[in-house]
């Protein structure tokens, strides 16, 4: 089946600071891949998402790369702002699955001014 | 812009009662979510529905149900409600066209069963 590992949280950084979430996934076929954050006391909404292998999401300076031959979508950012400090979900949309997202567990990430 | 409401943002309730949990969405998606978010565990579906009165299990149906008697409107039902079904439970919905894959999320209900 389908599953989504993304790195474990929580993560701290400074202001400016570069960031780097990882994910990677396993799925049939050639899944759709996106990257939801969730601020506090909010449900989620879509940073960014890429449909096809080395297509490249971007959004509000954050980045990420569909890899097929590792498997991830890693997420970047490269100068944090405290205003960026939420959860952020990984998560995989398959084929035909009648658009059912499988999400990693999250991520919560921290930017102290 | 989409909107898509939940009828509570916090909710108290006692072991056996039944819960009902509204969702609502404007703007006439086929396809609509339940999901519960719970630490570690990330968020897992519960139920979902492709069409009016039409549902499927997601994958953790055990103690819940769900109605959708109108286009607009996803209820998930907790028949006894049980403290282990504590958590925050989060609707979305997707218009169900090919090539739009965003799913559109409500704020969430908070649900603390005594």
């Known amino acids: 089946g389908n599953s989504v590992t993304q790195m474990e949280g929580p993560v701290t950084l400074s202001e400016e600071a570069f960031l780097t979430i990882n994910c990677t996934y396993t799925?049939?076929?050639?899944?759709?891949l996106f990257w939801y954050v969730q601020y506090p006391g909010e449900g989620l909404q879509l940073l960014l998402k890429?449909?096809?292998?080395?297509d490249k999401g971007s959004n509000k300076g954050f980045e990420a790369t569909y890899r097929k031959e590792t498997t991830s979508f890693h997420l970047e950012k490269g100068s944090v702002q405290v205003s960026d400090s939420a959860v952020y979900f990984c998560?995989?949309?398959?084929?035909?699955?009648?658009?059912?997202?499988?999400f990693g567990k999250g991520t919560l990430l921290t930017v102290n001014p | 812009d989409v909107k898509v409401t939940q009828s509570s943002r916090y909710l108290v309730k006692r072991t056996g009662e039944k819960v009902f949990l509204e969702c609502v969405q404007d703007?006439?998606?086929?396809?609509m979510f339940w999901y519960r978010q719970d630490p570690g565990l990330g968020l897992r579906l519960i139920y979902f529905?492709?069409?009016?009165?039409?549902?499927e299990k997601g994958d953790i149906p055990e103690g819940y149900s769900v109605s959708r008697e109108k286009k607009e409107r996803f209820s998930l039902i907790l028949e006894s409600a049980s403290t282990n079904q504590t958590s925050m439970y989060l609707c979305?919905?997707?218009?169900?066209?090919?090539?739009?894959?965003?799913?559109?999320f409500g704020p969430g209900t908070r649900l603390l069963v005594l």
């Open positions: 998560a995989l949309q398959s084929w035909g699955s009648n658009y059912k997202l499988t």
């Open positions: 799925a049939t076929g050639y899944p759709s």
């Open positions: 890429a449909t096809k292998a080395d």
């Open positions: 703007m006439d998606h086929e396809n």
């Open positions: 529905s492709y069409d009016v009165k039409m549902k």
């Open positions: 979305a919905s997707i218009p169900g066209l090919a090539g739009i894959e965003t799913q559109y």
